[in-house]
């Protein structure tokens, strides 16, 4: 840790007042125009991503829980709250490759169903260290993706593609088994019923 000494300077403002305006200045730019140290093309990445979750988000939200645990025509993720599980299993292990330079997806995964609050919050919590790392990403990186080398950007297009793979899923699945689709998420999209 480096401890840098105060300098003292002898001009009509105190130094830390210039310092703690400059910063309220940043922080008040930032909130809004939304501006990280993000790179362009991660930025415009980490927004199709939070339009991407925000559709989870919705159903987590605006379903009941028997809808969430509704049975549904498919193997082992076969519930919705399954599905918003193992996204979190998914995304854990993208973030985690950002750092390891590695997916790795372990051997098989675990699945819990977790109440609605804690499925919403880890996820808050994934998005959180997603961010803060695309923020000291410069977009070269290179992850091995199952013994190919993908570039952070195609690492981040996977992690999208699986999060609207199970939004479509979802979707259908509501239909088929009488589920209604949330105002808030089928009018935005244009969809029937």
Same mark, same amino acid.
């Given at each position: 840790?480096?401890? /840098?000494?105060?300098?003292?300077?002898?001009?009509?403002?105190?130094? @830390?007042?210039?310092?703690?305006q400059s910063l309220d200045i940043i922080q008040s730019y930032k909130k809004t125009f939304g501006g990280t140290n993000m790179?362009?093309?991660?930025?415009?990445?980490?927004?199709?991503?939070?339009?991407?979750?925000?559709?989870?988000?919705?159903?987590?939200?605006?379903?009941?829980?028997? @809808?969430?645990?509704?049975?549904?025509?498919?193997?082992?993720?076969?519930?919705?709250?399954?599905?918003?599980?193992?996204?979190?299993?998914?995304?854990?292990?993208?973030?985690?490759?950002?750092?390891?330079?590695?997916?790795?997806?372990? @051997?098989?995964?675990?699945?819990?169903?977790?109440?609605?609050?804690?499925?919403?919050?880890?996820? /808050?919590?994934?998005? /959180?260290?997603?961010?803060?790392?695309?923020?000291?990403?410069?977009?070269?990186?290179?992850? @091995?993706?199952?013994?190919?080398?993908?570039?952070?950007?195609?690492?981040?297009?996977?992690?999208?593609?699986?999060?609207?793979?199970?939004?479509?899923?979802?979707?259908?699945?509501?239909?088929?088994?009488?589920?209604?689709?949330?105002?808030?998420?089928?009018?935005?999209?244009?969809?029937?019923?």
């Amino acid at each position: 840790m480096v401890h /840098a000494k105060k300098i003292i300077l002898h001009v009509p403002v105190k130094y @830390d007042t210039l310092v703690s305006q400059s910063l309220d200045i940043i922080q008040s730019y930032k909130k809004t125009f939304g501006g990280t140290n993000m790179i362009e093309s991660l930025k415009a990445l980490h927004a199709d991503w939070k339009e991407t979750r925000s559709i989870i988000l919705g159903f987590l939200e605006e379903l009941s829980d028997a @809808d969430l645990d509704k049975i549904l025509p498919r193997k082992v993720l076969n519930t919705i709250r399954l599905q918003a599980y193992e996204l979190t299993l998914f995304q854990r292990d993208i973030v985690n490759s950002l750092t390891t330079k590695v997916v790795d997806f372990g @051997d098989e995964y675990l699945y819990e169903n977790w109440s609605k609050q804690a499925l919403a919050e880890r996820m /808050a919590d994934l998005d /959180a260290q997603l961010e803060k790392l695309l923020e000291t990403l410069d977009g070269t990186e290179i992850i @091995d993706y199952f013994g190919e080398k993908r570039n952070v950007h195609q690492i981040i297009s996977v992690m999208i593609g699986h999060e609207n793979m199970h939004v479509g899923q979802i979707i259908a699945f509501c239909y088929a088994t009488g589920i209604e689709v949330p105002k808030s998420i089928s009018e935005p999209m244009a969809l029937e019923g």
